[in-house]
């Protein structure tokens, strides 16, 4: 039966203090480890630098550029078309496709994918087709009797 008394530590799990100081015979003595003169060497001397101290030199985060913020990769910008837009270039039961939007002036060029926002009124039925869709400019384009037509990017 095994008793809290009889209990033994694995082998190599207990490490013998490491005495410093305690004359030349010890293997630690004179410089105690820490080398010759310097801070470090020093009583409190490394307690005393701060994070990131190079010595003098200037540091690393004083080094790089300053940025704030967080800058997304992978985001997508778009060139915005509303829907009043719309409304006011092309006629009723018109075909809206990426080259009518760039031949009616109504988006520069097809550079960026373009997104179809929902702000103004829409009273005509157009059938059209670009890359994206706010849901509200689905809703309007939809309920006009047209018909809302997502391209691959």
């Known amino acids: 039966m095994i008793k809290q008394h009889t209990l033994k530590s694995p082998p ?19 410089y105690s480890t820490k080398g010759v003169k310097g801070q ?12 990131g101290f190079e010595g003098g030199q200037n540091p690393l985060i004083k080094r790089l550029p300053t940025k ?5 990769p992978h985001r997508v910008e778009y060139t915005e078309v ?3 837009k719309l409304e006011t270039a092309f006629a009723a039961g018109a075909e809206i496709t990426l080259d009518a939007l760039v031949k009616a002036r109504v ?4 550079k ?7 702000e103004g009124d829409l009273t005509k039925a157009l059938t059209v087709t670009v890359h994206k869709f706010t849901a509200s400019a689905k ?10 037509v997502e391209v691959a990017t």
Do not use: W, Y
């Open 82 to 84: 509303n829907v009043s």
């Open 112 to 118: 960026k994918p373009i997104k179809v926002l929902g």
């Open 107 to 110: 988006v520069r060029d097809l």
């Open 40 to 51: 470090k060497a020093r009583t409190g001397g490394k307690s005393e630098m701060r994070p």
């Open 139 to 148: 809703q309007k384009i939809e309920a006009a009797g047209g018909k809302a």
């Open 12 to 30: 190599g799990s207990h490490h013998r203090r490491k005495r410093v100081g305690r004359g030349i015979g010890s293997g630690h003595g004179v």
């Open 68 to 72: 704030r913020g967080f800058h997304n």
